[in-house]
């Protein structure tokens, strides 16, 4: 048994994905669910996610061994402030954000020495969201980063390890600015390349429905994620993401020097290494 | 009956294909095969997609009402030099290149007026390449692009774009020079973007297979395409590509002032659109 009780905040895909998933692996689990919207604390409660509700989440924490923010990153510290005096000295705290150095080192000392926060990066996701996309098995077989601060207690960072392992995730350790970096490279600079994408050939006026195949399909299927969690994350990680940016623009400037000097080495070159590395990486 | 038999010029994956295609829909059909490497026509021959082969394309050609150009569009001028004077005045020659304006500007006089040339850009491909990557229901379902000049023979339009039909395509006539901007935006600019998009990751030292999630795959599965065929199309359409590659360089610059500038409103603004974009597309 993971614990007995499990506190989620936040109402959204990983929200009930999370809650399902627990109650798959540990059918008799009690979920608490917390949320600023009664509706969606109902919807989770008949979809039979959640044994508890509130939008008090004084006390929807009360005596869980584990509290999981899935909120908004920029919504974290206030929750966190709200929670903290309500937790027992054995429950453990962790989140699922995507940025992980503001929300670690901003919570840690909220919540201080006798509730350890230990903060996750579930890498699981969809373009789809809010609760009625929810699926129990969105966590399996995903990676999972879990970032401790250096003084985080070893034990727990391992139950914090274990909690996710147990959803079927492969886990690793790293800490959270070398986490920042990485998934600025290969998460959030992907997501502006691919709302860039679908915006340069709008405003060409170009309609890709009657002539985009799956190219542009595959290249531009996350610019459909939703807006205000991408703005959270764009926020909250945005030095790393502004010199990854930067480069993707210069590498694009590049290219179009290489095509105005007709420099077919230097084009050939380029398309050359992108395909050994995507190759190498699949 | 299609016709009676068809030569198809290059033994790779469109070539390769379109011979499994044909004599899907046609088991009677004739298909002549010719290219540079004799192994690859044993290759044809031993998969059951050849009656005849020959490197010789003088003969293979001869008598066939149909000849389908599926080589590189830098070597189909000399192609069409070497077969114009064995055609027959019942042939109609046509190609699968991706960049169209150069191409039919460059073919229809040498084939001059007794043999028609009308431009085709069947949009069916893949990252695999290669006889070997070729699939017999590749076109069926694919958008394809018929692309006659002013002076282009009607009857012989209405031929080309029941070729493509029967094979189950979605055929539309358009004109080179607005085929090449739309495709520069479509198809090209992704590749482009993808490309780049993993080599700034590489440049980072960030390792994608470690943490890249179903986003950077998606967002950069064509960046695997064959560098050959790509430096191709890229010098073929440079003169779309380079203002289109600009402005993309220019959009992600535009996101780097925003997040420098910490401005909310035109990072949701820029997010929003994209999303909208998306989603009317899909």
Not at 156 to 165: K, N
Not at 185 to 200: C, G, K, N, T
Request: aromatic share 4%.
């Amino acid at each position: 048994m993971l614990s007995d009780s499990v506190a989620i905040i936040g109402t959204g895909l990983l929200g009930g994905s999370l809650a399902g998933a627990l109650k798959t692996v540990d059918p008799g689990i009690r979920v608490h669910f917390g949320g600023r919207r009664a509706a969606a604390l109902e919807e989770a409660t008949a979809m039979g996610l959640a044994d508890f509700t509130s939008t008090n989440l004084a006390e929807v924490v009360k005596d869980c061994q584990w509290v999981i923010l899935c909120t908004p990153i920029e919504t974290m510290p206030s929750i966190a402030r709200a929670i903290a005096p309500h937790l027992s000295d054995r429950t453990i705290v962790t989140d699922v954000g995507s940025a992980k150095r503001s929300v670690c080192e901003t919570l840690t000392p909220i919540f201080g020495d006798r509730t350890p926060f230990i903060g996750s990066h579930p890498m699981a996701g969809s373009e789809r969201t809010g609760l009625a996309a929810a699926r129990p098995d969105l966590f399996r077989q995903a990676n999972c980063v879990v970032t401790p601060l250096a003084e985080s207690p070893e034990q727990t960072v391992d139950a914090v390890v274990g909690f996710w392992q147990r959803l079927g995730m492969h886990v690793r350790i790293i800490d959270p600015t070398t986490h920042d970096r990485i998934v600025a490279q290969v998460s959030h600079l992907p997501h502006l390349a691919a709302a860039a994408l679908v915006e340069v050939i709008a405003d060409a006026g170009v309609d890709p429905s009657t002539f985009g195949g799956s190219g542009y399909r595959d290249t531009t299927r996350i610019a459909a994620g939703a807006p205000g969690m991408w703005l959270d994350i764009l926020l909250e990680n945005r030095d790393e993401i502004i010199p990854a940016a930067k480069q993707l623009s210069l590498k694009l400037q590049d290219v179009v020097t290489a095509l105005e000097n007709n420099d077919r080495s230097a084009l050939l070159d380029f398309l050359q290494r992108a395909k050994a590395q995507r190759d190498s990486t699949t």
